[in-house]
């Protein structure tokens, strides 16, 4: 009998959201505005949510009103668990 060994790949699913960057006075952080439409269970009508995430953005390469790609990662810190991809 031949012994084989399995190799065990991990798939990670990053979140990935489009959004506005709103404030770059942080270093290595950038506070993105990431706006969503989600239909209320009750009513069916489309709402329009806003959430304000942080991310690294390590060099601060973007500035107040660029357009901010970020995924998610590992938390960097207590409010920091996004990395600026894009």
């Given at each position: 009998?031949?012994?084989t060994a399995?190799i065990?790949?991990?798939?990670?699913?990053?979140q990935?959201f489009?959004?506005?960057?709103?404030?770059?006075?942080m270093?290595?952080?950038a506070?993105?505005?990431?706006?969503r439409y989600?239909?209320?269970?009750?009513?069916?009508?489309?709402?329009?949510l806003k959430?304000?995430l942080?991310?690294?953005?390590?060099?601060?390469t973007?500035k107040?009103?660029d357009?901010a790609?970020?995924?998610?990662?590992?938390p960097?810190s207590?409010?920091?668990?996004?990395?600026?991809?894009?």
């Open positions: 009998m031949a012994n399995t065990k790949t991990k798939t990670v699913n990053h990935t489009n959004g506005i960057v709103t404030s770059d006075k270093k290595d952080t506070v993105v505005l990431v706006e989600v239909k209320h269970k009750k009513y069916q009508k489309f709402m329009k959430t304000k942080m991310a690294q953005d390590t060099g601060n973007k107040i009103g357009k790609t970020i995924e998610g990662c590992r960097i207590k409010n920091k668990a996004f990395k600026v991809i894009a």
